[in-house]
Structure formats: structure tokens, C-alpha cells
């Protein structure tokens, strides 16, 4: 159960004492993940050590463009975030709904998947993503009908945070009020000090269970000088975000400005990929498959990550609602958004910069929001 951190003291552990809660939440059974370095990005992956963590690299990230970097420093956590999140343990990109199986009667019985099986302990989730899973946690189990799959693997979940202590060249957290700290939904929650002093982590107790794992490595209570470099850390990354995004009366310019020119501008430069939307930490839309055997006997439905840019995700009888470029990106960017909020009661956006850095033409979220807020609905007409 995550609970506040705030009557909790901080402590301070080692590079070994983070491999030591490794250890510890292997033996308790948990699939440990966390971020390592796999074809030219940082990815998460399973873990075993922090010797698979990528020490000592960080990444350049721009419209478009991502590429690791060596640091200067061994820093395990010193880069933001890559086109992985942790959707992809929680809701995965395919996933069995039900089977049905043909009795000897005739009749079919349909019987759910069986429970997810695995518990996962996520290390390294950055505040973003704490953001993003409590709005897919509203998307998936918030309403009469909960994704018991989710809310399973969701319930189980160790949540291993690390403040960030670089900013992403697209990241804009701070605008979307959603890092760079995390303040809660954590178990632990570690900031990264690579100075003088040694190599060390700052760790805030966000549960009993994280606690209870604390107990189990060498630590010691964090000083105050320690908890003031681990503020500047934090203080110093919110400084240095690669983008901003003006929230101020958000909704209300977008669901106005449905028939703005610049719709028609990111229509011509938006090639329909949807990249944005799988590396999208809050994206959730899918479709179904019904599979049946060449007997007839079994017969088997499969969720799979669908993107509100293909045609089929708006075909209805006859044909789709979103034919166009320009409605497809207009539809992402003005749910994300602002019919976020009407839906869920939050943005659907937490500026982790990803749909930015891995667009392949580097259309920016930001940039275009920025446009159509320069030239509102009335004058954008007039011009
Ligand atoms: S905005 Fe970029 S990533 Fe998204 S669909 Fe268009 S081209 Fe692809
Ligand atoms: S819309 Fe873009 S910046 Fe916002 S959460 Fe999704 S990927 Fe991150």
C-alpha cells in the first residue's frame, strides 16, 4: 500500500545498498525491471544488478532525435526518459480477453484468461510516469467496469522511483505540474548524489513495504547536507526542461479551435505513423481480435494496442470518421489535451517529451499548441 512520505525520514543507502534492494525484492519474488541500454536507446528490460544499469551514459534528445551520450560521471540514472514505459508491463501491447471452448453438447462455455501470474517491481520509474500510471490506473479500473487484469498487475507493483538529475531535451514535466520529483505513488523514491561527498543515494520512504525493504540494506539516516544537494538536484532539473507547454485555459483553446489553419499545417507534416501514441506512456486506445481454430472448437478473443491514427480505429459502418490526416492528429492532440479533462478530470499529457523526441518528422506537441494559442480562433479566421 504507497502512502505518504512525509513523516518518514530519508535515509541514505550505496551504490550497493541499491543492489541489495535489488536482491531483496528478487527473493520476494518480484520481476525486477529497470532501465538498460538495448539497440542505441535506453530501454526497460529485466534487471538482475545495477551492472545492467546504464552507468555512466545519459542521452541528447530533440524533435525527432534521440541518441546516447557518455557522461563524465558513473552515474547509474543520469538521463530522462527513452520510448519505453511501463505501460508495457501493465496494460501490454497483446493480451488474451477470454476463450471460449465448444462442449460436447455443442454449446460453448467462456472462460476469462487466468490472473496474471508475475509481480513486478519497477526501478526507476521517473515522476512523469508515476503521473502516467495513476491516469491509466483511472483509464483501466476507475469506472463501473475495471480491467481486473490491470488492477491486478497494478496492485502488485513495487514502485522503485529515482528523482530526475537530467532533464530531456523534450521533457516539459514541470509545465504539466508531473515531475521533476515525485512526491507520492512511490514505495521509494531515490535521488541520485554523484559529488564530493561519494556516490550515494538519498532515499524517501513512500510505504511499509518499501520500509520493510529499507530494514533489509545497510543504511544510514541522511544528514542535512545530503538532503539539501538531493533538493538541488531536483531544483536544478526543473531548471533546465528541454520544452514548456502554456496550460493556462488549455481546454477551452483547443475545443475552440477546432477549425484552426494549423490543423491543416501539422496534417501536411504528420505522416500518420503513430509513434506518438505507442510511446505514449498515457495512450491507451486498442482493438480486438476474435481467433478460432480450423475445428471450430475454440475460439479466442486478443486485445492489442491499437493508435487513433490508423483508419480502422474510427471505421464505423461505411467508412471512417477520421479520413484525414489533419482529423486523426487533430483528434489526438485535442483528446490528450483537453477532452482528457471532460473524460478523466486531469490532462492526458505528462510532458515526458516522448511523442516529440520519437515523431519521425519531430512534430512537437508543444510547438503546435504554442501556434494555435499565438493565433486563436478568430484571428486565425480573419487571417
Ligand atoms: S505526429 Fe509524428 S509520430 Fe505522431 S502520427 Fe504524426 S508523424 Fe507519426
Ligand atoms: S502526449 Fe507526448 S509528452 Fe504528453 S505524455 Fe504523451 S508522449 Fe509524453
Same mark, same amino acid.
Given at each position: 500500500?504507497?502512502?505518504?512520505?512525509?513523516?518518514?525520514?530519508?535515509?541514505?543507502?550505496?551504490?550497493?545498498?541499491?543492489?541489495? #534492494?535489488?536482491?531483496?525484492?528478487?527473493?520476494?519474488?518480484?520481476?525486477?525491471?529497470?532501465?538498460? @541500454?538495448?539497440?542505441?536507446?535506453?530501454?526497460?528490460?529485466?534487471?538482475?544488478? @545495477?551492472?545492467?544499469?546504464?552507468?555512466?551514459?545519459?542521452?541528447?534528445?530533440?524533435?525527432?532525435?534521440?541518441?546516447?551520450?557518455?557522461?563524465?560521471?558513473?552515474?547509474?540514472?543520469?538521463?530522462?526518459?527513452?520510448?519505453?514505459?511501463?505501460?508495457?508491463?501493465?496494460?501490454?501491447?497483446?493480451?488474451?480477453?477470454?476463450?471460449?471452448?465448444?462442449?460436447?453438447?455443442?454449446?460453448?462455455?467462456?472462460?476469462?484468461?487466468?490472473?496474471?501470474?508475475?509481480?513486478?517491481?519497477?526501478?526507476?520509474?521517473?515522476?512523469?510516469?508515476?503521473?502516467?500510471?495513476?491516469?491509466?490506473?483511472?483509464?483501466?479500473?476507475?469506472?463501473?467496469?475495471?480491467?481486473?487484469?490491470?488492477?491486478?498487475?497494478?496492485?502488485?507493483?513495487?514502485?522503485?522511483?529515482?528523482?530526475?538529475?537530467?532533464?530531456?531535451?523534450?521533457?516539459?514535466?514541470?509545465?504539466?505540474?508531473?515531475?521533476?520529483?515525485?512526491?507520492?505513488?512511490?514505495?521509494?523514491?531515490?535521488?541520485?548524489?554523484?559529488?564530493?561527498?561519494?556516490?550515494?543515494?538519498?532515499?524517501?520512504?513512500?510505504?511499509?513495504?518499501?520500509?520493510?525493504?529499507?530494514?533489509?540494506?545497510?543504511?544510514?539516516?541522511?544528514?542535512?547536507?545530503?538532503?539539501?544537494?538531493?533538493?538541488?538536484?531536483?531544483?536544478?532539473?526543473?531548471?533546465?526542461?528541454?520544452?514548456?507547454?502554456?496550460?493556462?485555459?488549455?481546454?477551452?483553446?483547443?475545443?475552440?479551435? #477546432?477549425?484552426?489553419?494549423?490543423?491543416?499545417?501539422?496534417?501536411?507534416?504528420?505522416?500518420?505513423?503513430?509513434?506518438?501514441?505507442?510511446?505514449?506512456?498515457?495512450?491507451?486506445?486498442?482493438?480486438?481480435?476474435?481467433?478460432?481454430?480450423?475445428?471450430?472448437?475454440?475460439?479466442?478473443?486478443?486485445?492489442?494496442?491499437?493508435?487513433?491514427?490508423?483508419?480502422?480505429?474510427?471505421?464505423?459502418?461505411?467508412?471512417?470518421?477520421?479520413?484525414?490526416?489533419?482529423?486523426?492528429?487533430?483528434?489526438?492532440?485535442?483528446?490528450?489535451?483537453?477532452?482528457?479533462?471532460?473524460?478523466?478530470?486531469?490532462?492526458?499529457?505528462?510532458?515526458?517529451?516522448?511523442?516529440?523526441?520519437?515523431?519521425?518528422?519531430? @512534430?512537437?506537441?508543444?510547438?503546435?499548441?504554442?501556434?494555435?494559442?499565438?493565433?486563436?480562433?478568430?484571428?486565425?479566421?480573419?487571417?
Amino acid at each position: 500500500m504507497v502512502q505518504s512520505a512525509a513523516d518518514r525520514p530519508p535515509v541514505l543507502i550505496s551504490p550497493d545498498g541499491l543492489q541489495g #534492494l535489488i536482491d531483496a525484492l528478487a527473493s520476494l519474488g518480484y520481476r525486477t525491471l529497470g532501465p538498460s @541500454i538495448r539497440d542505441g536507446a535506453i530501454v526497460y528490460d529485466d534487471i538482475d544488478a @545495477i551492472a545492467d544499469l546504464p552507468a555512466g551514459w545519459t542521452e541528447r534528445q530533440d524533435a525527432g532525435s534521440y541518441a546516447l551520450e557518455r557522461r563524465d560521471d558513473g552515474a547509474l540514472f543520469g538521463y530522462a526518459v527513452g520510448p519505453h514505459s511501463w505501460k508495457q508491463f501493465l496494460h501490454p501491447p497483446i493480451e488474451k480477453l477470454w476463450t471460449a471452448r465448444r462442449g460436447e453438447d455443442g454449446s460453448f462455455a467462456v472462460a476469462p484468461p487466468e490472473a496474471p501470474r508475475e509481480k513486478f517491481a519497477f526501478i526507476g520509474v521517473r515522476a512523469c510516469e508515476i503521473r502516467a500510471i495513476e491516469i491509466q490506473d483511472k483509464v483501466f479500473c476507475g469506472g463501473e467496469h475495471r480491467d481486473t487484469a490491470y488492477a491486478t498487475r497494478r496492485a502488485d507493483a513495487f514502485i522503485l522511483a529515482v528523482n530526475c538529475g537530467e532533464a530531456g531535451g523534450t521533457c516539459f514535466c514541470v509545465s504539466m505540474e508531473a515531475g521533476p520529483k515525485a512526491s507520492s505513488g512511490f514505495d521509494l523514491a531515490l535521488t541520485e548524489l554523484v559529488d564530493e561527498a561519494g556516490h550515494r543515494f538519498l532515499v524517501e520512504i513512500g510505504s511499509d513495504e518499501g520500509a520493510a525493504l529499507i530494514g533489509s540494506v545497510a543504511h544510514e539516516p541522511a544528514n542535512r547536507s545530503a538532503i539539501e544537494a538531493a533538493e538541488a538536484v531536483v531544483e536544478s532539473t526543473a531548471g533546465q526542461m528541454g520544452r514548456r507547454l502554456d496550460t493556462n485555459g488549455i481546454k477551452q483553446l483547443l475545443q475552440d479551435n #477546432l477549425e484552426h489553419p494549423r490543423w491543416d499545417d501539422v496534417a501536411a507534416r504528420c505522416l500518420t505513423c503513430g509513434n506518438c501514441t505507442m510511446v505514449c506512456p498515457t495512450c491507451f486506445c486498442t482493438t480486438v481480435e476474435d481467433h478460432t481454430d480450423l475445428m471450430c472448437e475454440t475460439a479466442e478473443r486478443v486485445r492489442k494496442w491499437d493508435s487513433c491514427f490508423t483508419m480502422d480505429f474510427s471505421y464505423i459502418h461505411g467508412g471512417s470518421v477520421r479520413p484525414s490526416a489533419k482529423s486523426r492528429y487533430r483528434q489526438w492532440m485535442t483528446h490528450k489535451l483537453a477532452n482528457w479533462i471532460d473524460q478523466f478530470g486531469s490532462s492526458g499529457c505528462v510532458g515526458c517529451g516522448r511523442c516529440i523526441s520519437w515523431c519521425p518528422v519531430g @512534430i512537437d506537441i508543444t510547438e503546435e499548441v504554442a501556434a494555435i494559442r499565438a493565433t486563436p480562433a478568430e484571428t486565425a479566421r480573419e487571417g
